[in-house]
């Protein structure tokens, strides 16, 4: 707090303190960049782990339209159609 008093009301400069900002900064930011690498990651090992298909709404669509027409019936719309 002091050193933002004494740099907007006195008009003095501290000497090291742009230094200390800037390499702040660049930690802050490589921590950043860490967790978004990191949850991606996480993302992707939970989808892994819910072990679902990625077609099943087209599976089920067709395998619903294969019994309707072996049954001689009109195959059910979805409502996606």
Do not use: D, N, W
């Amino acid at each position: 707090m002091q050193i933002l008093i004494e740099t907007f009301v006195f008009g003095e400069s501290v000497p090291g303190y742009p230094s200390m900002v800037v390499g702040l900064m660049v930690l802050g930011g490589v921590q950043l960049i860490m967790i978004g690498i990191m949850g991606e990651y996480i993302g992707k090992i939970l989808s892994e782990l819910k072990a679902r298909p990625v077609y099943f709404v087209a599976e089920h669509t067709l395998k619903t339209a294969e019994t309707a027409g072996a049954s001689g019936e009109a195959p059910a719309r979805s409502a996606a159609e």
